[in-house]
């Protein structure tokens, strides 16, 4: 996961350079709470969130300061980043494995083949000792 840093925002300071009044018109929930915006090591913010709305979507403690908000919500998104990479580590396995079985499962049709081949080929041989061919 990209490195975030946070702030609370004071309502009143532009945004990536667009004024606060567009994001407060624009987001009634931001006039409701504190606000934090989470930026990039570029000191860029990618994401911008009312404490409450943290709260209630991540079931995070309603008694927590604004700061502890911001923190345990990092916090998950590195847990979520992590439980990502793991899952993804084991559909890599997990393909790798499907691939070894496919070609094994390749190998054993073209033996059996050889295999139901030679049988016909021999049963046709027994057929004319039989019957005299």
């Keep these: 996961m990209k490195k975030f840093t946070y702030e609370i925002w004071n309502k009143s300071s532009k945004i990536n350079g667009i004024d606060a009044q567009y994001y407060l018109k624009k987001h009634y929930?931001?006039?409701?709470?504190?606000v934090i915006l989470f930026k990039?090591?570029?000191?860029?913010?990618?994401?911008?969130?009312?404490v409450l709305t943290l709260k209630n979507n991540y079931n995070i403690d309603s008694s927590l300061t604004?700061?502890?908000v911001?923190?345990?919500y990092l916090k998950?998104?590195?847990g979520e980043e992590e439980n990502r990479k793991s899952y993804t580590d084991k559909i890599s396995i997990l393909?790798?494995?499907?691939?070894?079985?496919?070609l094994d499962s390749a190998i054993k049709t073209n033996e059996i083949n050889a295999l139901n081949?030679?049988?016909?080929?021999l049963t046709l041989e027994i057929a004319k000792m039989k019957g005299g061919m």
């Excluded at 929930?29 to 504190?34: K, N, P, Q, S």
């Excluded at 990039?40 to 009312?50: A, D, K, L, P």
């Design 66 to 68: 604004s700061n502890e």
């Design 117 to 121: 081949k030679n049988a016909a080929n």
């Design 76 to 78: 998950i998104k590195r």
């Design 95 to 102: 393909s790798e494995q499907n691939a070894k079985l496919l």
């Design 40 to 50: 990039n090591s570029q000191g860029i913010v990618e994401r911008i969130e009312s």
């Design 29 to 34: 929930e931001f006039t409701l709470d504190d």
């Design 70 to 72: 911001a923190k345990e």
